[in-house]
């Protein structure tokens, strides 16, 4: 029995669509095909592009050594590829930082508007949809896949302002979406809202009744079924009746107190956060995630590294400039450090209800809204691919021929299943989406 069978059913009988859920073990009124598989994306964003002789693998295919800021993953460099030769080709209004962040998700170009920046023309929003939440839309849109919140917007010393600088997910034009960069308002998001467990438990209500109608229209062996679906819910009655979150299938992280959410606080803020997405996704709170360090044009002084210069002003140094090279090499191995420890944390997590770890159902996206600061270069735009459930063959250092990037998030977006033909500006999807296996 389909999903529209199934909703009809429900409809037949004066049941809520809440009861749907409980129905897909039913043998008579289970959903054709298998389940949905586990797959969750993780988009992390550093900002001022790179150092590319530092960054980029000299060879290519399996038998590639990791540059010096690639070295933090070495423990990965099996479950990993680079990707060289993906340029955001995205041109119109704005400066490129404004065109980096806000179009490196949205693949499509600004909307007029009246922020001005740098000596290029003013620009506004962008006009389009970003990549993580065309994917979340996919995924909410099935029962299967929908989760508690879809996505996850986090931040890292985001600047507590609104501006194309500041925001690289979308919701739809001229719809930013703000990344939320307090851990500890992060935690009461994800645990600390009764007004939640009050909408569930209402839920909780209706899902309990319409399972004692549906009992009485199957047969015996079904009818079994149901009592377990049953007693799961009288589980998580008594779940929401417990103030505390002991019941999760992960406990949440304990966070630090007192932590500065400021410049000098980045490194803690950094872990939290982490920590806060691993046991968000692990508890099936989102399948879809951005973290987000500072912003395009991010001027963070990384005074833990002996750098006291901002990080913006660094990456306009000149290529001559020995010692500015040299720190911003410092700081970009630091970044990649950042994505290291998210990796580890997920590989260290095994995979809820499943096989193997987390790490295993999920892919990461480090990616920059320049491929290199001081000239303000679209080219060659830092992308490395961390993690698995998305089909791809890790393990390797590919080269690409200019290609634009609106084809890899084609690419993201059909090993979700969904396969939509074009992403972002039509004229940047030719050749269809990347191949990546």
């Not at 170009?109 to 970003?130: C, V, Y």
């Not at 304990?254 to 939290?272: F, H, Y």
């Not at 001559?320 to 990796?343: P, S």
Request: proline share 7%; with cysteine.
């Amino acid at each position: 029995m389909n999903l529209t069978t199934r909703r009809r059913f429900l409809s037949q009988l004066g049941l809520s669509a809440a009861a749907l859920p409980f129905l897909s073990t039913l043998p008579s009124l289970a959903q054709n095909g298998p389940s949905a598989k586990m797959q969750r994306i993780i988009f992390l964003f550093t900002p001022n592009g790179t150092i590319p002789p530092e960054f980029w693998p000299d060879e290519t295919g399996p038998d590639f050594k990791l540059k010096r800021i690639l070295t933090p993953l070495e423990p990965f460099k099996s479950r990993l590829m680079t990707l060289n030769g993906i340029c955001n080709k995205i041109r119109g209004d704005g400066d490129g930082h404004m065109r980096g962040i806000s179009c490196l998700l949205t693949a499509d170009e600004l909307l007029p508007g009246n922020i001005q920046g740098g000596s290029d023309k003013p620009a506004g929003w962008a006009r389009s949809i970003s990549i993580d939440q065309e994917i979340k839309n996919f995924l909410q849109a099935r029962p299967e896949t929908a989760t508690r919140f879809g996505s996850l917007e986090i931040g890292v010393a985001v600047p507590n302002r609104a501006d194309p600088w500041t925001r690289e997910s979308y919701a739809g034009p001229n719809q930013p979406l703000a990344p939320l960069s307090d851990p500890y308002a992060l935690f009461e998001k994800l645990y600390g809202s009764t007004r939640d467990r009050e909408n569930l438990g209402s839920v909780l209500d209706e899902v309990r009744e319409d399972l004692r109608t549906i009992s009485g229209k199957v047969d015996p062996e079904e009818r079994s079924l149901l009592e377990k679906h049953a007693t799961f819910v009288r589980e998580m009655e008594r779940d929401l009746q417990n103030p505390g979150t002991t019941n999760l299938v992960f406990p949440p992280p304990s966070l630090e107190a007192g932590v500065a959410l400021d410049n000098d606080g980045i490194p803690k803020i950094s872990t939290m956060q982490a920590d806060l997405l691993v046991s968000a996704l692990a508890n099936g709170m989102a399948r879809v995630a951005t973290l987000q360090y500072t912003n395009s044009v991010g001027q963070a002084r990384m005074r833990w590294l002996d750098i006291n210069e901002d990080h913006h002003k660094l990456s306009h140094e000149p290529d001559g400039n020995a010692a500015a090279q040299e720190q911003l090499v410092k700081i970009n191995i630091w970044l990649c450090e950042q994505l290291a420890y998210l990796a580890r944390k997920l590989d260290s997590t095994p995979e809820p209800g499943g096989t193997g770890t987390m790490l295993d159902h999920t892919t990461i996206i480090w990616t920059n809204e320049l491929g290199k600061g001081n000239n303000h270069s679209l080219d060659n735009i830092p992308f490395v691919i961390l993690g698995g459930g998305l089909g791809f063959k890790t393990g390797q250092a590919m080269k690409f021929d200019k290609v634009a990037h609106n084809r890899l998030w084609l690419a993201l977006a059909q090993a979700f299943g969904h396969h939509i033909p074009l992403f972002g500006q039509q004229k940047y999807c030719e050749g269809g989406a990347l191949t990546l296996t």
